[in-house]
């Protein structure tokens, strides 16, 4: 039987699939209720200024998933750390010939783990 701490990891590697899974999918929808509606929330996208408060973060993602053309984003080793309520899921983004560092962070809310930041950024050159 999982202990709680693995229980409560995988939960969150599940949402943080699901994310993925939205932004691969252009699917505007799911994304909008991934995110946080009672925490404050930020979003950094690669080349964009930092954006802060939930309508400005979806009115970001709009922009991407329904205007722009969403890419076919996996995430590849995803690591969970865990602090109660809180957690942050460092990845590698991987955009077929590019790869991005990303780190998502999540809230325990109502029982389902929502995203409160989302950073993504160029990977360094070997």
Known sequence: MPDSTTSAKSAVLAANEAFYSAFRNGDYQTMQTLWSDRHEITVYHPGWPG?????EVMESWYQILR???PPNVQALDPNVILNGTTAMVTCTENLGE???????????????????GHQAQHMPDP
Not at 51 to 55: F, L, N, S, V
Not at 98 to 115: D, H, I, S, Y
């Open 67 to 69: 205007v722009g053309r």
């Open 51 to 55: 954006i802060m408060a939930r309508e």
């Open 98 to 116: 590019m790869r991005m560092v990303a780190t998502n962070t999540f809230v325990e809310e109502a029982g389902a783990w929502k995203l409160i």
